[in-house]
């Protein structure tokens, strides 16, 4: 069948395909303009041993941002399985259904022990359960744009941030 085009694996793969680029886009057999040496920290190289150089910088390069792909990859798949995981439906009914008929039994057994009087505390009392409740229905799906959700966003200017700032370290 078709694949379906999802786009964090996407980017995960242009971001290997750069990481390579980076690494290893410097054609290791091309030589220098001074024939088939190098100029190395302490003068002339020959060329093979400049291509070996370049080639093992590269893959050192290669290694380190591959590790930060995985680890970039991983930390999107965790985030993957807390989204596609809700609370078992059962679960919910039970809970909002227990807890509303505790709120309307302990309001009427408040306003019948105590009188009026008790309202306005009872209210503020049920108003703050009821928004723990509303607050673990955020929490549920914690990667959407509402305000009251994670800034992924934010986060993914921070990651670009960090991969620019290291391919400017490796001198690219």
């Not at 807390?82 to 009427?108: K, M």
Request: one cysteine or more; glycine letters at 8%.
């Amino acid at each position: 069948g078709s694949m379906e085009f999802i786009a964090p694996i996407y980017v995960l793969d242009r971001l290997r395909e750069l990481a390579y680029m980076l690494s290893f886009g410097e054609d290791v057999n091309d030589s220098s303009s001074n024939g088939n040496k190098d100029d190395g920290p302490n003068g002339p190289v020959p060329a093979t041993t400049s291509s070996m150089l370049k080639t093992q910088k590269g893959t050192a390069i290669y290694r380190q941002l591959n590790g930060q792909i995985d680890t970039l990859n991983g930390a999107w798949g965790a985030m993957e399985r807390i989204a596609a995981t809700p609370l078992p439906f059962v679960y919910v009914v039970h809970l909002r259904t227990f807890l509303l008929l505790y709120l309307f039994l302990w309001n009427l057994h408040g306003v019948g022990s105590n009188g009026w009087k008790t309202i306005p505390a009872l209210l503020a009392a049920s108003w703050a359960l009821l928004g723990i409740e509303a607050a673990a229905v955020e929490c549920e799906r914690p990667f959407q744009l509402n305000a009251n959700h994670l800034p992924l966003g934010k986060m993914c200017v921070v990651v670009a941030k960090n991969v620019a700032q290291t391919i400017k370290t490796i001198g690219y």
